[in-house]
């Protein structure tokens, strides 16, 4: 069994950064396509960068420049930096692994973006 614990939520002004953090337990982190999901209110779940175990890296058009998404293997961790925040960035956030047909989710994590 996969589980997440997802951190560095929170409110910041426009412009601010933040980073998000989720470390997962069980044994697939290692090999599995790590990624965060965002939604805001009334809108669908949608991809925001993703990473695969050997670093490779791909980012949805709105946050590219802005978001950096890494990972730590030996931790069991993947992180998101968020620079340059704008109001439209305001969303739960979803850490997510995938492996071998399978998936997993994190908790979800709160991003206000506000004065």
């Known amino acids: 069994q996969v589980q997440f614990v997802e951190s560095g939520g929170g409110l910041v002004q426009p412009g601010g950064s933040l980073r998000l953090s989720c470390a997962a337990s069980?044994?697939?982190?290692?090999?599995?396509?790590m990624g965060w999901y965002r939604q805001a209110p009334g809108k669908q779940r949608e991809l925001v960068a993703v990473?695969?175990?050997?670093?490779?890296?791909t980012y949805v058009t709105s946050v590219k420049g802005r978001f950096t998404i890494s990972r730590d293997n030996a931790k069991n961790t993947v992180y998101l930096q968020m620079n340059s925040l704008k109001p439209e960035d305001t969303a739960v956030y979803y850490c997510?692994?995938?492996?071998?047909?399978?998936?997993?989710w994190g908790q979800g994590t709160q991003v206000t973006v506000s004065l």
């Open positions: 069980g044994s697939i982190f290692s090999t599995a396509v």
């Open positions: 990473s695969t175990r050997r670093g490779a890296t």
């Open positions: 997510n692994a995938q492996k071998s047909g399978a998936e997993y």
